[in-house]
């Protein structure tokens, strides 16, 4: 009914996370400050958002393909009685919120896993540097 709502709060959270990140970073340049980790850190909170804007936009798609979702207000049928509509908010408070834990689970993994990848490789960089 509503379950993509929730990742898609989510979604504008990191957007906004993102382009505060994004400033500092360029506050950060232009003082000749290093700016390495902030870059990073921006740049993955970007994967997050697109990974949750990218899920909310297609299960958006989806509830309106299922007639769930509305061009005219309510917007969301669910909300036409409050029967259907405490349903709605279960639904979005357990369907909607495993969602989101999940997509940032899983973005929380793949930031981990990548980081480590990329550490060894700065490692053996520096080693190789200084066998030179």
């Known amino acids: 009914m509503a379950c993509f709502v929730v ?8 957007t906004v996370a993102a382009h505060v990140l994004k400033n500092k970073e360029s506050k950060c340049e232009v003082q000749n400050l290093p700016a390495e980790e902030h870059m990073t850190w921006s740049s993955h909170v970007r994967k997050l958002s697109n990974f949750l804007w990218g899920g909310s936009a297609l299960l958006a798609f989806e509830h309106v393909w299922h007639g769930e979702v509305t061009m005219f207000f309510p917007f969301l049928t669910a909300a036409k009685s409050p ?7 279960h639904e979005m408070s357990t369907v909607g919120v495993t969602m989101a834990v999940v997509v940032t689970a899983f ?5 981990l896993i990548g980081t480590k990848v990329s550490a060894k490789a700065d490692d053996k960089k520096l080693i190789r540097e200084k066998v030179r």
């Open 107 to 111: 973005w929380g993994a793949l930031t």
């Open 7 to 14: 990742p898609a709060a989510e979604a504008v959270v990191t």
């Open 83 to 89: 029967e259907t509509l405490s349903v709605m908010l």
